[in-house]
């Protein structure tokens, strides 16, 4: 069973500074990376793909890939309270597989 | 464009019940995933379906199965209900064109309590 690891949380950030979500996976050959965000009560929004080593960004969101490490992060700039959410990483094995997700918060 | 539906959106049901989950898929989309997420838990894929026909399947027992219809929306049904079924259901679609690109677009989900 292919895996993806996340810290559960909460990180908790003031409102302005930066984020840093992580996320470990198993597999070595997965190939495709996603990052979503899920409001409480709500289902997962998708915020950003990559596909390969390095740094993608989008707007407030950087996504960041390590493929030899096995690790991807999501970086979030300028952080808000309306950021506050859990934050879902998932690895493409022909269907996703996802984290258990980490709780962010955001504080003004 | 039409987002992914999902209905009913809560339900209740009690233990040894059936019950089925509807979803329409976005508009241009031809793949239906389900997931079920249980409290304070990612969501764990269920099966996938492309053209009308089953192309994954999660580590789920046979008591949930599926359905795609032509239209690509798509059906979940579920037999002898157990508790820990209580979850809330998920239907993403998406595109499977020269490759699946593995962008899942959510539906706002079934909530199933069971008692």
């Known amino acids: 069973q292919k895996e993806v690891e996340q810290n559960s949380g909460p990180l908790s950030v003031p409102e302005g500074a930066i984020a840093s979500l992580n996320c470990t996976y198993s597999d070595r050959g997965s190939q495709s990376f996603f990052w979503y965000r899920q409001y409480s009560g709500k289902s997962p929004e998708l915020i950003m793909s990559?596909?390969?080593?390095g740094d993608k960004e989008d707007g407030r969101f950087t996504a960041q890939l390590n493929k030899a490490s096995q690790y991807v992060s999501l970086l979030i700039r300028d952080s808000q309270p309306s950021d506050s959410a859990t934050y879902l990483c998932?690895?493409?094995?022909?269907?996703?597989?996802f984290g258990a997700g980490t709780i962010l918060r955001v504080k003004s | 464009e039409t987002g992914v539906t999902q209905s009913p959106t809560h339900l209740i049901k009690t233990r040894g019940q059936q019950v089925t989950l509807r979803c329409s898929s976005q508009s241009g989309h031809n793949t239906v995933s389900w997931y079920q997420q249980a409290l304070g838990q990612g969501p764990q894929f269920i099966f996938q379906y492309y053209r009308e026909e089953e192309n994954g399947r999660g580590n789920f027992p046979p008591r949930f199965s599926g359905l795609q219809f032509p239209n690509y929306s798509s059906e979940l049904n579920v037999n002898a209900l157990e508790l820990d079924d209580s979850a809330l259901y998920l239907c993403?679609?998406?595109?499977?064109?020269?490759?699946?690109?593995?962008?899942?677009?959510f539906g706002e989900g079934s909530r199933l309590t069971v008692l």
């Open positions: 993403a679609s998406s595109l499977y064109g020269e490759r699946w690109t593995g962008e899942l677009f």
């Open positions: 998932a690895v493409n094995d022909g269907k996703l597989v």
């Open positions: 990559i596909y390969s080593n």
